[in-house]
């Protein structure tokens, strides 16, 4: 009981962090700034894992690889997630240079871990549909 | 970000070219089609017979068929001796991927009613208490060339020139629609029926059929119950006949695991089937101790050394008639 309301604890500390540092960058950007930041985010972020993707799909020719190729199209995929955040964070940073000293890191890994986790339960789902 | 672009402009216009050819070897179609050796599929996983077990020794082979295929996908296919690269027929560049699909689907259907058909025939002559009834309803479309846009693949021709189908033989329809450079076709779909005249150019490959049987009643009842739709294609008629066949008369296989290829006719022959050097190697992958392929075959078989016993039948009498005489 003592470890668990420790461990609620932290989670509440934590998340209150992750709100505060929000709420810093929040006040700070534009929608404009954020707007370009995620636009380029996305555009950098899909040209990275475009070729190893097409590469995979490409493979498919190969019907004995078609579960490897699966799983390494489910990585990827994953991946993409958080470089997706970390470039976004970056840009912001870089847009808006008042961000430099705010420890986006953790937001960074939040927000990244959250739609990571996200594309991969789909990504399962799409592959146990197929297989 | 401006900033960052300047600082890396030079590693940015190094990466830019290979990128680019990359995307394009990744991306572009090619006028080239590739067959590639596929896997086994259980015959009765997808069939189920009311107080009858389906043998579980029998295999459908599927092989992978792309086009068109990307230069990275003909680069890297030419290496290995297992696939088979060359160049699109006018059929392929003229068909796209969804009518791929429904043709490998329409196809799959009409091979399991013969399947049945065939199966049920050839099983009441051992036990009359085994029967099917059907109907010839027409020709489904297998291939028309694509300006025909009021025609899709799978659509019922029921009548020629004014005539029903009803009155003529498939073969009889087959040889009234090449005989002649104008037609009109009836096409009944779904209590709608619309007439289509189909003009023959000397440019484009001609139309293709299949006949469409309608099963009214089997004893005893029969089901397609695993419907795929990543795999279509007639190539499995002949095997899911013997497969039907032996499960209906409970025919003892063992646990020899049988592999084979070849359509199946309403009359019994067994028909040509694309990739027969693939399916040889598939079987070999999946180390199947018997493979049955089709007559029409005999002479495109590479010299190889194979692992499996090989069996070519012209009709599915003689594979019956193989079948009783090896486990009985």
């Keep these: 009981m003592k ?53 995979s799909i490409n493979l498919f020719i190969y019907n004995k690889l078609d579960m490897i190729l699966s799983i ?39 927000e990244g871990s959250l739609v990571s986790f996200f594309l991969c339960v789909l990504g399962i789902i799409v592959i146990s549909v197929i297989f | 970000m401006n900033k960052w672009v300047k600082d890396h402009q030079k590693i940015l216009i190094i990466l830019f070219f290979p990128y680019i050819l990359l995307l394009f070897l990744l991306l572009t179609p090619t006028n080239f089609s590739l067959t590639a050796p596929g896997g086994l599929t259980p015959v009765d996983e997808n069939i189920e017979i009311d107080n009858h077990e389906l043998p579980s020794n029998f295999y459908t082979i599927y092989v992978m068929s792309y086009h068109p295929m990307t230069p990275f996908q003909k680069m890297v296919a030419e290496v290995s001796e297992r696939m088979n690269v060359s160049p699109m027929t006018i059929r392929e ?7 791929q699909y429904m043709q490998g689907q329409m196809t799959k259907e009409v091979s399991f009613n013969t399947s049945v058909i065939k199966a049920y025939e050839l099983a009441h002559i051992k036990d009359p208490s085994i029967t099917v009834t059907y109907d010839y309803l027409g020709a489904l479309v297998y291939y028309r060339p694509s300006r025909l846009n009021t025609l899709e693949i799978g659509d019922l021709i029921t009548g020629i020139n004014g005539q029903s189908l009803l009155d003529l033989s498939y073969d009889e329809f087959i040889n009234m629609f090449y005989a002649f450079n104008e037609v009109q076709l009836e096409i009944t779909n779904e209590n709608e029926t619309k007439t289509v005249t189909y003009e023959k150019q000397e440019d484009e490959a001609w139309m293709l059929f299949y006949p469409k049987y309608v099963i009214r009643s089997t004893t005893p009842n029969i089901e397609f119950t695993n419907n795929n739709p990543f795999i279509g294609g007639p190539s499995g008629g002949m095997i899911q006949t013997l497969s039907i066949y032996a499960g209906l008369l409970n025919i003892n296989l063992g646990d020899t695991k049988i592999a084979g290829t070849g359509t199946i006719e309403i009359d019994g022959s067994i028909g040509r089937i694309g990739g027969i050097t693939q399916k040889l190697y598939t079987a070999m992958d ?11 075959h005999i002479s495109d078989i590479p010299n190889l050394n ?9 009709t599915i009498e003689e594979a019956v008639n193989w079948l009783h005489e090896t486990f009985e």
Excluded: C
Excluded at chain 1, 42 to 55: A, C, E, G, Q, R
Excluded at chain 1, 81 to 93: D, Q, V, W
Excluded at chain 2, 286 to 296: K, L, M, R, V
């Design chain 1, 3 to 55: 470890h668990l309301n420790k461990w609620i604890d932290q989670v509440y500390k934590f998340y209150h962090r992750y709100r505060n540092i929000l709420k810093i960058i929040d006040s700070k950007v534009t929608t404009k700034i954020v707007l370009k930041s995620v636009l380029f985010a996305l555009l950098i972020s899909l040209l990275i894992v475009l070729i190893p993707v097409l590469i």
């Design chain 1, 72 to 110: 390494i199209l489910l990585i990827i995929l994953t991946g993409w997630g958080l470089l997706f955040f970390k470039f976004y964070y970056t840009l912001l940073k870089s847009y808006e240079p008042s961000l430099e000293d705010v420890n986006v890191k953790l937001p960074m890994l939040v």
């Design chain 2, 306 to 314: 194979y692992p499996y016993e090989m069996v070519v039948v012209k």
């Design chain 2, 93 to 99: 560049e003229d068909t796209s991927w969804i009518d």
């Design chain 2, 286 to 296: 999946e180390n199947a101790d018997i493979f049955i392929y089709p007559f029409g």
